[in-house]
């Protein structure tokens, strides 16, 4: 095992072992903080608190071109972990743990990289990711930045991704008239067949989308994850509530489709709004997205990194690229692997990630 991958394991032990789930994200500025300041010498380390568990720490050695952002925290665990998620485990080829590919072994490789040379590195912790909460970003990006590029941490099999999907979710509401089941039915009276109504014509929607394309990504993703409302099965439903999300292609237009969405059935929804927008990656129209593409391309080919393709998950180097930088994703493990009992990473993936993070932090390309 190499140095470097070996002190990889010993800073995502580490950061395993901090409890920073997300729910309940009840993450300070001491403890996980602590640790990472204290791991950081010879950088400038700034900690900023934005309430409620939302924290970010900026660090800079030198004068680098680009920022490494990596979240820290984790979804909560299911109860089918075989043992402890907060303790990590390593076998013959993975480091097992809550957060250890999602994506707390990227930060442990940054750690481990800043630790074995002093080349400049800027690096951007934060907390907030897995509530679709962008305050720390957002916070972030408040202030002007120096930053060329902001290379995100995400689970890519240690390919550069510059292209994904955007997210929206959307809470609704529909309303009808509590009565007697008994009786003929007006397309209005029940609150819950209004919901079922509009569900099958947004599925109908979707399927329409199927031919759109954009960097080897198909159609649209769209998914609803909960309806409820009504009271027992020989009453009209008076009200119903449909929490519903889709994913866009960066090519596709968010709220025209939300449009479609709100206008599918009559009487339309009394209530409708997004709960969360996520931009796509590129963010931007057409054009724009096409020329960021470009030159995210561009810099992942400098600094000698495989391009993958797009993916249909979503990140928050869209946040980046909507604040106007050139963002793209790159990190170690697989996001098949993320947000499951007995999370895991490969070793390879690890020391793939941090040798590639030092090549470049060494050449004084970062």
Avoid at 223 to 242: D, F, S
């Amino acid at each position: 095992m190499s140095a470097l991958l070996e002190s990889t394991l010993y800073h995502l032990k580490a950061l395993v072992a901090f409890d920073t789930r997300n729910p309940p994200r009840a993450i300070g500025t001491g403890g996980l903080f602590d640790y990472m300041r204290a791991q950081l010498p010879g950088f400038s380390v700034t900690v900023t608190d934005y309430g409620a568990g939302v924290v970010t720490l900026h660090a800079v050695r030198g004068s680098p071109k680009y920022l490494f952002n990596v979240h820290l925290d984790t979804v909560p665990d299911s109860p089918h972990w075989s043992a402890d998620p907060h303790v990590l485990r390593t076998t013959g080829d993975r480091a097992i743990g809550l957060g250890a590919c999602d994506i707390k072994g990227a930060a442990a490789a940054l750690i481990a990289v800043a630790n074995a040379c002093d080349g400049d590195l800027a690096l951007l912790f934060s907390t907030d990711e897995e509530a679709n909460d962008a305050r720390c970003i957002a916070g972030f990006l408040s202030q002007p930045q120096p930053y060329e590029a902001i290379i995100v941490a995400e689970p890519t099999k240690g390919e550069a991704v510059l292209a994904h999907r955007g997210i929206q979710s959307v809470l609704m509401r529909f309303a009808g008239q509590a009565g007697h089941a008994s009786g003929e039915q007006k397309p209005s009276d029940s609150a819950l067949h209004q919901a079922v109504r509009w569900g099958g014509a947004a599925l109908d929607v979707v399927a329409a989308q199927s031919h759109e394309r954009f960097g080897g990504l198909t159609g649209l993703r769209f998914n609803i994850g909960r309806i409820e409302g009504g009271i027992k099965a020989n009453m009209i439903a008076p009200t119903a509530e449909v929490r519903f999300g889709f994913r866009p292609l960066p090519t596709m237009d968010p709220d025209r489709l939300l449009g479609i969405f709100r206008a599918l059935v009559e009487p339309q929804p009394v209530a409708f709004g997004e709960t969360f927008r996520g931009a796509s990656l590129p963010a931007g129209d057409t054009a724009r997205a096409e020329e960021r593409r470009l030159a995210a391309r561009d810099i992942a080919d400098e600094l000698a990194l495989p391009i993958g393709n797009a993916v249909d998950f979503w990140t928050e180097a869209a946040l980046f690229s909507a604040g106007g930088y050139t963002s793209f994703v790159y990190g170690p493990g697989d996001i098949a692997q993320a947000h499951t009992a007995d999370e895991w990473v490969t070793l390879d993936q690890l020391r793939q990630y941090a040798d590639n993070i030092y090549r470049i932090v060494e050449s004084g390309n970062a």
